[in-house]
């Protein structure tokens, strides 16, 4: 689950991964289902924490329903940006590694 900020609400996993880091086969509405999320997460995206930030940074440089979503991405890279001063370095490393990729 992703994290928010006391009183928000979580976001389910993105993107089911195999063990070898691939996506697995995703089944009939699951584009519609991160559509969806991607939407949801760029409403909330204020409220998300470090660590969602960046689990959903990952989510969208994996699958490309969230990738291609302009608001999800910039609402997330503005919340990042606000995050910084206050992140921790191993947080902060985290974050700048998911926005690296």
């Known amino acids: ?3 928010t900020a006391p009183g928000g609400s979580d976001l389910a996993s993105a993107t089911p991964m195999e063990t070898d880091g ?3 086969a995703r ?3 699951a ?5 969806a999320l991607g939407a949801h997460a760029a409403a909330c995206a204020d409220r998300l924490e ?3 930030v960046t689990q959903m940074l990952h989510a969208c440089g994996r699958a490309p329903e969230l990738r291609e979503n302009g608001a999800l991405v910039g609402a997330l890279l503005e ?3 606000t995050l910084v001063p206050e992140s921790s370095p191993h947080s902060l490393s ?3 590694h998911t926005c690296a990729r």
Not at 31 to 35: K, P
């Open 22 to 24: 691939a996506p697995s």
């Open 94 to 96: 985290l974050l700048v």
């Open 1 to 3: 689950f992703f994290s």
């Open 31 to 35: 584009a519609g289902a991160l559509q």
């Open 79 to 81: 919340r990042a940006r």
């Open 27 to 29: 089944g009939p509405g």
């Open 50 to 52: 470090a660590a969602g």
